[in-house]
């Protein structure tokens, strides 16, 4: 993959989150979560490359754009598969949290998972504990591994988990096993992310959340050198016939990291509010400062971008 695209790809999701985060607080998701579309699709357009949604905004008649199977880019150039979420974390934008952001993950043709809109139990781990996790077992018996390939106790260990009434059990047992929990609103993939930081002061994600969530963030940790596994969880009859339709026959299997996001994945994203992982978009008097990351798998480069936007030059933000 031309390594240029790399900026390229910073353009986009500068774009999103610019967009966007002028609606922080504001209470409408819809609204924060359709300017950031608009603004990555617009930009994406002049990217030289010819490129297919398959990670987007839903399935064509559910999306007017960035749907599954659309085409994006000046069609010349690298021929790409787009793992896109213009706004990680609407609900988080809507309320003022933090941890929203604009992420986009590419890879050649054939290396990103098509995956159903439905959820998916994840485990994720940073580059120390890589190869120590099973998603098959029981939480204590992970923890114990990662705490082992750590070089720490299961007491220090720090587990993200969002916060839902699905992951009942699941918080009793990581308490059970005596491990340090996080619970958070909204937004997995900067959690996921988050593991391979050692100043984020998280160790594993763990808990069901959105399977195209779990792709983009399987590309993410692909490009640190973590470690990711999945299962789907189809809620009903509906659901089991929409992995069917997208070829998924065994809703059963483990989907390691390389099965979801497998060679050369680029990463970009830009922080909309602050967080963890990266500072939100920051306006003043006729412009706006904004904080990204992106990451080549090829070379694990990680490069933090901060860019000061003029917009007596950028009239369209």
Same mark, same amino acid.
């Given at each position: 993959m031309d390594r240029n695209l790399a900026m390229e790809f910073v353009r986009v999701t500068e774009a999103a989150a610019l967009s966007c985060a002028r609606l922080m607080g504001r209470g409408d998701e819809r609204a924060a979560d359709?300017?950031?579309?608009?603004?990555?699709?617009?930009?994406?357009?002049?990217?030289?490359?010819?490129?297919?949604?398959?990670?987007?905004?839903?399935?064509?008649?559910?999306?007017?754009?960035?749907?599954?199977?659309?085409?994006?880019?000046?069609?010349?150039?690298?021929?790409?598969?787009?793992?896109v979420d213009p706004l990680e974390g609407t609900t988080i934008l809507a309320t003022g949290g933090p941890n929203a952001l604009a992420v986009i993950a590419s890879a050649p043709k054939g290396n990103l998972f098509h995956a159903p809109d439905i959820y998916m139990e994840k485990i994720a781990v940073g580059p120390k504990a890589k190869g120590a996790v099973d998603i098959t077992k029981p939480p204590a018996w992970n923890l114990k591994q990662i705490a082992d390939s750590l070089g720490m106790y299961i007491e220090d260990l720090t587990v993200v988990i969002l916060n839902r009434p699905r992951h009942e059990n699941l918080i009793k047992e990581v308490r059970k096993a005596g491990a340090r929990i996080?619970?958070?609103?909204?937004?997995?993939?900067?959690?996921?992310?988050?593991?391979?930081?050692? =100043?984020?002061?998280?160790? @594993?994600?763990?808990?069901? #959340? +959105? %399977?195209?969530?779990?792709?983009?963030?399987?590309?993410?940790?692909?490009?640190?050198?973590?470690?990711?596994?999945?299962?789907?969880?189809?809620?009903?009859?509906?659901?089991?016939?929409?992995?069917?339709?997208?070829?998924?026959r065994d809703h059963l299997k483990v989907y390691k990291i390389e099965e979801l996001a497998s060679e050369n994945c680029l990463f970009a994203a830009t922080g909309?509010?602050?967080? =963890?992982?990266?500072?939100? @978009?920051?306006?003043?008097? #006729? +412009? %706006?400062?904004?904080?990204?990351?992106?990451?080549?798998?090829?070379?694990?480069?990680?490069?933090y971008i901060q860019a000061t936007h003029c917009f007596d030059f950028k009239p369209i933000y």
């Amino acid at each position: 993959m031309d390594r240029n695209l790399a900026m390229e790809f910073v353009r986009v999701t500068e774009a999103a989150a610019l967009s966007c985060a002028r609606l922080m607080g504001r209470g409408d998701e819809r609204a924060a979560d359709q300017a950031a579309t608009e603004a990555m699709r617009r930009v994406l357009a002049s990217v030289q490359i010819n490129g297919t949604i398959v990670i987007g905004e839903g399935e064509r008649d559910e999306a007017p754009m960035l749907y599954i199977g659309e085409k994006v880019g000046t069609g010349s150039g690298s021929e790409l598969d787009l793992a896109v979420d213009p706004l990680e974390g609407t609900t988080i934008l809507a309320t003022g949290g933090p941890n929203a952001l604009a992420v986009i993950a590419s890879a050649p043709k054939g290396n990103l998972f098509h995956a159903p809109d439905i959820y998916m139990e994840k485990i994720a781990v940073g580059p120390k504990a890589k190869g120590a996790v099973d998603i098959t077992k029981p939480p204590a018996w992970n923890l114990k591994q990662i705490a082992d390939s750590l070089g720490m106790y299961i007491e220090d260990l720090t587990v993200v988990i969002l916060n839902r009434p699905r992951h009942e059990n699941l918080i009793k047992e990581v308490r059970k096993a005596g491990a340090r929990i996080r619970l958070i609103g909204d937004g997995d993939v900067s959690a996921a992310i988050a593991t391979c930081r050692e =100043d984020a002061d998280v160790d @594993v994600l763990m808990g069901i #959340g +959105g %399977a195209p969530e779990g792709v983009i963030a399987a590309a993410a940790l692909q490009c640190f050198g973590g470690d990711f596994q999945a299962v789907f969880k189809p809620r009903n009859e509906r659901e089991t016939e929409r992995m069917q339709k997208m070829g998924i026959r065994d809703h059963l299997k483990v989907y390691k990291i390389e099965e979801l996001a497998s060679e050369n994945c680029l990463f970009a994203a830009t922080g909309v509010t602050t967080g =963890d992982f990266l500072e939100g @978009v920051r306006y003043f008097k #006729g +412009g %706006a400062r904004t904080h990204s990351v992106v990451m080549r798998q090829e070379s694990r480069t990680v490069r933090y971008i901060q860019a000061t936007h003029c917009f007596d030059f950028k009239p369209i933000y």
